[in-house]
C-alpha cells in the first residue's frame, strides 16, 4: 500500500531485448521439434539413456582389468612401444593411450572414464539413429530399434567398466558407421564414402582387435540387405559389384593382422575340452543371456564380487524370452518374405561371434560361465537391433535390395481395426520396457558394491598419514580386488603404482610395513616356517670366526621367493650372507639387539649365515621364512 503524498515503486519490468531473446529461443525450440519431432523424441531417447546409465555406473569404481591396465600404463613413457604392446593378448592402443594420460595426471581415479564413455554412449546412439533413417523407410517406427540397441541391458557393463567400454563402444561405433558408410557408396557409388568405410574400421582396430569383425558385417550386410536373388547370386552380385570396399577391408584387414601377430607371442585360442561344454556354453549364452538381453532382461544378476554381475535367468523368464522372439521371428516373415533377408543376417553374424568365442573362452577355468557374461555378446546388440527394424519396416526403395520386397509400418497395426497384434504389440511393449528397467535397476545396485574402491581410498588416506621414510614389503591383492590370474600386476607394488604419492617397496628393511586387505598400513612380520631352537644356551644360535652356522628348519621350505625375518643380537657392526638353497642375500648387521626383512630366492631343510668380520659374533634364535603379513 503507498504511503499518503508518495508514488509508490513500479514493479520490475523484463527489458522487451531480454523478452524478445526468450521468445525467439522457445520458438527455435518449437520450431525444430515441429520440423522433425521423431528426431527430437530420439535425442531425447538418447539423452535419457546416457544420463541414467551414467546415474547408476557412478556409484561404483574401478574394477578388475581396470587395475593391471592402469598399472601397466604407469610403468612407461607414453611410446609407440607401450601403444602398441598387447594387454592380455588384446592390441588396443587407444585404450591405453587415454588410460595413460588418466593415470599420469590423476591416478587410480575412476570419473574420467565414466565421463568418456558416456560421451561415447551418446556419439553411439545418435549415430545408430543416423543409420536407421537412412537405412529404413520408417519413421515413428525407428524407435522400437533405436530403444532396443539404447536400453538393452546386454551393454550395461560398456558404460560402467572402463576395460569393456573402451573395447565394447569403439567397436560398436565403428560397426555402425562402417555400415552407414557402405548404404551411402551402395547409393551413390561415391570414392568419399569408401574412405568413411576405411576410417571407421580403423576407429574400431585402434580400440578392439575384434573390430575386425566389421569387415565380415559390412560384406554380410551387402549380401542381405542390398542385393537381390538366392544366396548364391546375392553373394556373387556383393563382390561384382562392390569390389572397391572389399578392396580396401581387405587391405585393411591385412596390414592390421600383421601387426598384430608381429605383436603377440602366444595364441588366445583354445580347444574346448568337450563337446558338451559346447553345448552347454551356446545353451547359456542364447537362452539365458542373449535372448534375455534382447527383451529386457535378464532379470536377475549372479554376483561376481568386485567385477560386474553375470546373468541369472530363471528357466521360465528363458522360455518365455525364447517365445516372443520366435513369435517375432514368424510374424515378421509372413508379413514380408525381405525379413528372412534381416533375420539371416543376425543368424550368420551371430554364428561368426560364437564360433569365435568358443575358440577363445572355452577350455578354461572360467568355461562354465562364459555363457552368462553380456559384454561377450555385446556387439551382437547392434546388428540385433538393426536386423528387428529391417524386419519390421523392410529398407528404403532408393537401395537396391528393396526393389520387389513387400513393407509394413508399424502404425498400420493400429489402423486395423480386426488385428489382434495391435494389443498385443502394446502389451509386450509395456512388459519389456518394465523388465528393463527392474534388470538396469538391479546391475546398479550390484555395481555400487565396490570392495577395490574403499581399499584405494584407504590406502590413499593412509599413505598422506604416513611417514616419509615409510617402507613397504610386497604382497598380493585381496583376491577380491584382482584375481592371482593377473600376476604379476595382482602385486601391491604394481597395484598402488598409479598412486600420488606412490609407496615404495623395497626387498630390504629392518622395520618394513606392509597394506592390510582393507588398505590399511601395519607393520610387516613373517608368516611361514621357522628355525629349530638353537643349542646355545640364551643365544640360540651362534655365528662368529667367520664360519657359516648351520640352522636346521622347522621344515622343508619349497624352492621359492620368500620373505625372510631375521632377530639377532650382535657384538658389532659388519656384513652377513644368509643362504637357502639357490639363493644368497647379503645384509648389514647393526651392533646390538635387531631385526632384517629381506627377500630370498630358494629353498631346502637348512639355512647358514655367515659375519664378514671374524671378529664380531651373533646370536640368534628367531629366523621366519614365508610370506609378509601384517601384525596383530
Not at 523392410?394 to 509400418?409: H, K
Request: proline share 6%; aromatic share 10%.
Amino acid at each position: 500500500m503507498a504511503v499518503e503524498g508518495t508514488e509508490a515503486p513500479a514493479p520490475p519490468r523484463e527489458s522487451p531485448e531480454a523478452g524478445d531473446q526468450d521468445k525467439d529461443q522457445a520458438g527455435w525450440l518449437a520450431r525444430w521439434i515441429a520440423k522433425d519431432p521423431v528426431r527430437a523424441v530420439a535425442i531425447g531417447l538418447i539423452l535419457l539413456q546416457v544420463i541414467w546409465r551414467v546415474q547408476l555406473a557412478s556409484r561404483g569404481f574401478l574394477t578388475i582389468d581396470d587395475y593391471p591396465l592402469a598399472s601397466k600404463v604407469a610403468e612407461s613413457d607414453l611410446t609407440p612401444d607401450l601403444l602398441l604392446s598387447l594387454y592380455s593378448n588384446h592390441l588396443m592402443p587407444g585404450a591405453q593411450a587415454f588410460t595413460w594420460l588418466v593415470t599420469d595426471e590423476l591416478g587410480l581415479v575412476y570419473w574420467p572414464y565414466l565421463l568418456a564413455m558416456a560421451v561415447a554412449q551418446a556419439v553411439l546412439g545418435l549415430a545408430f539413429y543416423r543409420l536407421l533413417r537412412s537405412l529404413t523407410p520408417a519413421r515413428w517406427g525407428v524407435l522400437i530399434p533405436l530403444c532396443v540397441f539404447l536400453f538393452s541391458p546386454l551393454t550395461l557393463e560398456a558404460i560402467a567398466w572402463w576395460a569393456v567400454g573402451a573395447n565394447a563402444l569403439p567397436m560398436q561405433l565403428a560397426m555402425v558407421l562402417a555400415l552407414g558408410a557402405q548404404v551411402k557408396y551402395v547409393r551413390t557409388r561415391r570414392i568419399r564414402h569408401l574412405g568413411s568405410l576405411a576410417a571407421a574400421v580403423v576407429l574400431g582396430l585402434i580400440f578392439f582387435e575384434k573390430a575386425l569383425l566389421v569387415v565380415p558385417l559390412v560384406f554380410l550386410a551387402t549380401a542381405c540387405l542390398f542385393t537381390t536373388g538366392g544366396p548364391v547370386r546375392s553373394v556373387i552380385r556383393t563382390v561384382r559389384l562392390y569390389w572397391p570396399s572389399w578392396l580396401v577391408l581387405t587391405a585393411i584387414s591385412g596390414g592390421y593382422l600383421g601387426l598384430y601377430l608381429s605383436r603377440t607371442e602366444s595364441s588366445s585360442l583354445r580347444e574346448p575340452a568337450s563337446l558338451n561344454e559346447v553345448i552347454t556354453f551356446l545353451q547359456e549364452m542364447l537362452t539365458g543371456t542373449l535372448l534375455p538381453g534382447l527383451m529386457g532382461g535378464p532379470w536377475r544378476w549372479l554376483d561376481t564380487g568386485d567385477g560386474a554381475p553375470v546373468t541369472a535367468t530363471a528357466q521360465l523368464m528363458r522360455w518365455l524370452s525364447a517365445a516372443v522372439f520366435i513369435a517375432l521371428i514368424v510374424i515378421t516373415v509372413r508379413r514380408s518374405r525381405f525379413a528372412v533377408r534381416a533375420w539371416t543376417l543376425l543368424g550368420l553374424y551371430l554364428t561368426i561371434v560364437v564360433g569365435l568365442l568358443a575358440l577363445t573362452r572355452l577350455g578354461s577355468e572360467f568355461s562354465a560361465v562364459a555363457g552368462l557374461v553380456p559384454r561377450y555378446v555385446a556387439d551382437v546388440v547392434p546388428v540385433a537391433a538393426l536386423c528387428i527394424g529391417v524386419a519390421l519396416f523392410g529398407v528404403r526403395s532408393d537401395l537396391p535390395g528393396a526393389a520387389g520386397t513387400e513393407r509394413w509400418t508399424w502404425a498400420g497395426l493400429f489402423r486395423d481395426r480386426q488385428s489382434v497384434l495391435a494389443p498385443i504389440a502394446v502389451v509386450v511393449a509395456s512388459i519389456l520396457a518394465i523388465g528393463t528397467i527392474w534388470t538396469t535397476t538391479e546391475f546398479g545396485e550390484d555395481w555400487a558394491v565396490k570392495y577395490g574402491r574403499d581399499y584405494v581410498h584407504t590406502a590413499e588416506l593412509a599413505l598422506v598419514a604416513a611417514p616419509r621414510d615409510t617402507v613397504f614389503l610386497d604382497r598380493p591383492v585381496p583376491e577380491i580386488v584382482i584375481h592371482k590370474l593377473a600376476a604379476p600386476y595382482n602385486m601391491q607394488s604394481r597395484f598402488f603404482a598409479p598412486l600420488n604419492p606412490r609407496p615404495r617397496f623395497v626387498d630390504i628393511a629392518e622395520h618394513p610395513s606392509v597394506f592390510d586387505d582393507k588398505g590399511n598400513i601395519r607393520q610387516a612380520r613373517v608368516e611361514g616356517i621357522t628355525n629349530k631352537p638353537g643349542p646355545q644356551e640364551g643365544c640360540g644360535y651362534l655365528v662368529s670366526e667367520g664360519q657359516p652356522a648351520s640352522i636346521p628348519l622347522s621344515s622343508e621350505v619349497y624352492d621359492w621367493v620368500w620373505v625372510v625375518r631375521i632377530a639377532y643380537i650382535s657384538a658389532g657392526d659388519t656384513t652377513a650372507v644368509f643362504r637357502l638353497g639357490r639363493g644368497e642375500r647379503q645384509f648389514d648387521v647393526r651392533r646390538g639387539l635387531n631385526q632384517i626383512f629381506f627377500t630370498i630366492g630358494g629353498g631346502g631343510t637348512e639355512a647358514t649365515l655367515t659375519l664378514a668380520d671374524p671378529a664380531i659374533t651373533l646370536c640368534t634364535n628367531e629366523i621366519y621364512i614365508g610370506n609378509p603379513i601384517p601384525a596383530e
